[in-house]
C-alpha cells in the first residue's frame, strides 16, 4: 500500500489514517526540521539577551523582545489552525515560514531594544505556526495513543535545540563582530538558511492529499482578542514603570477587560466558524488540558528567562559558558521526553507522567529560589536538572490531555488553541517575572548599597578610581541606582560589587517563589482534577 493509498483510507471517516512507522517518520523528517527552527530560535536569544541588551542600551526593556514575539505568535496561533483546515497544512505551513524568515532578516538589522522587539513580533507572526501546525499534523496521522511516542521525537527536538541554541547564542554573543557585522545579529541572520532548508523538506515530504473543512475566518476573533490582550500584556511589561494603579495601567485593563469580554460575545455567535470554538470547553479534557499549558506556560518562560539572568549576572558567566550550564536541564528533559513518550505508547496512560511533571517543576523552582550570589554551581544544576525532568513529563503528556477526545475535524482548530493558551502563560510568565525582578531589584540593591557605605572600608574601595569609573552613570543621587546596563559589573572589583549581586539574588528569589506557586497550582489541579484515562490504540 503506497503512502497516498494509505492516507486516503483514512479519510472516508473520522478514524486516523492506518499509515506505517516508515511512512509516519518520512512526515516527520520534514516537520522536526521545521521545529527545529523554532525552538532554536527561542533558545539561541536567550542565553544572548543580556548581550543583546546591553549593545542596544535597553537592559531593563529586554523583555519586550521576548514577549514581542510571544504576543504576536499567540494571537496568530488560532488562525493558523482555521487556515490550514481551510487550505491545508503544506501552504500555510509554508506562508509560516516564510513571514518566519523576513522577521529574522529584520532583527539582523535592529538598532535598538524597541526595534528589536517589533521586528521580533514579525518573526512571531511566522513562529506562531511552526510548532502548533506540527503538532496538528502528527495528530491528523496518528491514534491517540501513538501521539505520545510521535511527540515525543518533537520534544527531543526541543532537547537537541536547548543544547545547540545557548551554545550558539553565547558564541555569536561572544564575537564583537563577524564578517563586518556585530556577532549578535547572527543569532537572527542564521535562521535564513535554515529556513531554506525546512521549506524544501516540508514541499518534499508533506504531500498527503488534504480534505477540506468548511470554514469562515473569525477575524471579528481576532480582532476582539487582539484588542484584550495586547493592553493585558503591554501593562504586564510596563506597570513596574507606569505603576500598577497608575491611570495608564487602569486604561490598559480597562480596554483589555472590554477586549475578551466583546472575544467572548463574538465567538458564541461565530458558532463553529470561531477562531477558538467555545463548544470545545464542554469537553473536560480538553479544558484541563488547554488551563495547565496556561499556569505551567507561565512557570516554564519565567524560569528559562529569569535562570540565565543569574548565570551571567550574579555568576559572571558568558553567554556560552551560561548556555553550556544549562546541559542538566537539556539532558534530563530529553532522557525523560523519549522515556514518557515509550511508556505513554506501551500503556496508554499518561496522568502519573503529568502530575510527576508538575511536581518536578515545583521542586525546581524552590531549588532556584535557596540560590545565593556564593552558591555552588551543582546546587543549580541540581534545579536544572529537576526542571527538564519536569519539562519532558509534563508538556507532551498535557497535549496529548487536550487532544486525546478532540473530533478531528477540529484538530486544527484545538490543538492550535493549546499551543494559544501555552503562549500566552509564557508571555505573561516573562513579563511578569521580569518585571517583578526589575521593579524590585534596583531598590533592594540601593538598600544594600547604604548599608555596606556604613563600613569605611566600602568606602574607599567605592573611591578606587577604577570603581569609581565604572559606577559612573550607574550610581544616581540621592543613593539610587541606573541598572538600563550591566556591563559594569564586569568592571568592578568583586568586593565593590557584592551589594548589586546581593540585591539581583534577593529580587530573583522572590521570582522563583512566585513561579513554584504557580507550579503548585499546577500539581494540585493534574492531581485531583486528571481524570486517569487509558488511551485509545484507534
Not at 460575545?265 to 470547553?281: C, N, S, T, Y
Not at 559612573?472 to 541606573?482: I, K, M, T, Y
Not at 529580587?507 to 513554584?516: D, H, I, K, Y
Request: hydrophobic share 50%; glycine share 12%; charged share 15%.
Amino acid at each position: 500500500m503506497t503512502f497516498s493509498d494509505a492516507r486516503r483510507q483514512g479519510t472516508a471517516g473520522d478514524a486516523p489514517a492506518r499509515l506505517s512507522h516508515r511512512q509516519i517518520t518520512a512526515v516527520m523528517s520534514g516537520l522536526v526540521l521545521s521545529m527545529f527552527l523554532g525552538a532554536l530560535d527561542q533558545t539561541v536569544v536567550s542565553s544572548a539577551l543580556r548581550t543583546i541588551a546591553d549593545d542596544l542600551h535597553g537592559l531593563t526593556s529586554q523583555a519586550w523582545v521576548t514577549t514581542a514575539y510571544l504576543i504576536t505568535a499567540t494571537l496568530a496561533t488560532p488562525l493558523y489552525g482555521k487556515l490550514s483546515d481551510i487550505h491545508g497544512r503544506r501552504p500555510v505551513y509554508l506562508a509560516a515560514i516564510a513571514l518566519f524568515t523576513a522577521g529574522s532578516l529584520l532583527c539582523g538589522t535592529a538598532g535598538s531594544i524597541y526595534e528589536l522587539a517589533a521586528f521580533r513580533a514579525v518573526q512571531g507572526i511566522g513562529g506562531g505556526g511552526l510548532i502548533s501546525l506540527a503538532m496538528t499534523i502528527v495528530a491528523d496521522i496518528t491514534t491517540p495513543r501513538e501521539r505520545g511516542r510521535y511527540q515525543g521525537y518533537f520534544m527531543a527536538v526541543f532537547g537537541g535545540a536547548s543544547i545547540v541554541g545557548p551554545l550558539v547564542g553565547g558564541a555569536f554573543a561572544d564575537r564583537a563582530t563577524l564578517l563586518g557585522i556585530a556577532g549578535w545579529r547572527w543569532i537572527f541572520l542564521i535562521n535564513v538558511p535554515l529556513a531554506v532548508a525546512a521549506a524544501i523538506a516540508i514541499v518534499r515530504v508533506l504531500r498527503f492529499p488534504h480534505r477540506p473543512v468548511r470554514h469562515r475566518l473569525d477575524y471579528p476573533g481576532a480582532l476582539a482578542l487582539a484588542v484584550g490582550l495586547v493592553p493585558l500584556l503591554t501593562v504586564a511589561e510596563q506597570g513596574r514603570t507606569w505603576g500598577w494603579d497608575a491611570p495608564p495601567a487602569l486604561l490598559a485593563y480597562a480596554i483589555g477587560g472590554l477586549g475578551l469580554a466583546a472575544f467572548v460575545v463574538v465567538e458564541r455567535r461565530m458558532g463553529d466558524a470561531a477562531l477558538i470554538p467555545l463548544r470545545l470547553f464542554r469537553i473536560r479534557t480538553f479544558r484541563l488540558g488547554v488551563g495547565l499549558h496556561f499556569v505551567v506556560g507561565i512557570g516554564m518562560f519565567g524560569a528559562m528567562t529569569t535562570l540565565p539572568l543569574y548565570l551571567q549576572l550574579v555568576r559572571g558567566m558568558t553567554p556560552m559558558a551560561a548556555g553550556l550550564a544549562t546541559l542538566p536541564t537539556v539532558a534530563a528533559n530529553l532522557a525523560i521526553t523519549l522515556l514518557v513518550g515509550r511508556l505513554i505508547a506501551r500503556t496508554g496512560r499518561f496522568k502519573v507522567h503529568l502530575v510527576a511533571g508538575a511536581g518536578s517543576l515545583t521542586a525546581a523552582m524552590l531549588v532556584f529560589a535557596t540560590l545565593r550570589e556564593d552558591s555552588p554551581l551543582w546546587q543549580a544544576m541540581v534545579g536544572m536538572a529537576l526542571m527538564g525532568a519536569g519539562l519532558g513529563a509534563s508538556m507532551q503528556t498535557l497535549t496529548t490531555l487536550a487532544q486525546c477526545e478532540i473530533p478531528r475535524t477540529d484538530m486544527g482548530a484545538a490543538t492550535a488553541s493549546v499551543n494559544f493558551f501555552r503562549s500566552n502563560g509564557g508571555t505573561i510568565g516573562t513579563a511578569a517575572f521580569l518585571s517583578i525582578l526589575f521593579s524590585t531589584a534596583a531598590g533592594r540593591i540601593a538598600d544594600r548599597l547604604a548599608a555596606a557605605r556604613h563600613d569605611p572600608a566600602y568606602g574607599r574601595l567605592l573611591a578606587r578610581p577604577d570603581n569609581a569609573h565604572a559606577l559612573a552613570g550607574v550610581l544616581r543621587p540621592g543613593g539610587g541606582v541606573e541598572l538600563q546596563d550591566s556591563a559594569f559589573l564586569r568592571a568592578l572589583d568583586p568586593g565593590a560589587a557584592l551589594p548589586f549581586l546581593q540585591g539581583y539574588v534577593s529580587s530573583m528569589r522572590l521570582v522563583f517563589l512566585t513561579g513554584a506557586a504557580v507550579t503548585l497550582v499546577a500539581f494540585l489541579i493534574a492531581a485531583w482534577r486528571v481524570p486517569k484515562l487509558t488511551l485509545s490504540d484507534e
